[in-house]
């Protein structure tokens, strides 16, 4: 079993970049991982933002994403993040981070990113 846990949102301005952390309060991340990254905003429903395999560090992003966020990991740190630029309002979410592994898929309680204007 695995537990993600997110960190580093908070209140920024819009223009603003951001770096979201994911690490793992319960077990460790393993090599046939799939990390992905998630938001939520108000009144809908979650989105993907963009995935990486923790073993090949391979990343997908949807196409709405591509472009202001980066997705990468490091292995000595047992850490993968969400890297933002140019955030704008429209950013305001909960954002999460989940690791699949095998079939089961692990969501972190996620973090609230507020962009203000």
């Known amino acids: 079993q695995v537990q993600p846990a997110e960190s580093g949102g908070g209140v920024v301005q819009a223009g603003d970049s951001l770096t979201l952390s994911c690490s793992v309060s319960?077990?460790?991340?393993?090599?046939?991982?799939?990390v992905a990254w998630y938001r939520q905003a108000p009144g809908k429903e979650r989105e993907v933002i963009g995935t990486i395999t923790w073993d090949a560090g391979s990343r997908h992003y949807a196409e709405s994403m591509r472009g202001r966020f980066t997705i990468y990991r490091n292995y000595q740190k047992n850490r993968a993040w969400l890297h933002m630029n140019g955030l704008k309002p429209e950013d305001t979410a909960i954002y999460y981070c989940?690791?699949?592994?095998?079939?089961?898929?692990?969501w972190g309680q996620g973090t609230q990113v507020t962009v203000s204007s």
């Open positions: 989940s690791i699949q592994r095998d079939t089961v898929v692990y």
């Open positions: 319960v077990g460790t991340f393993v090599g046939d991982d799939m």
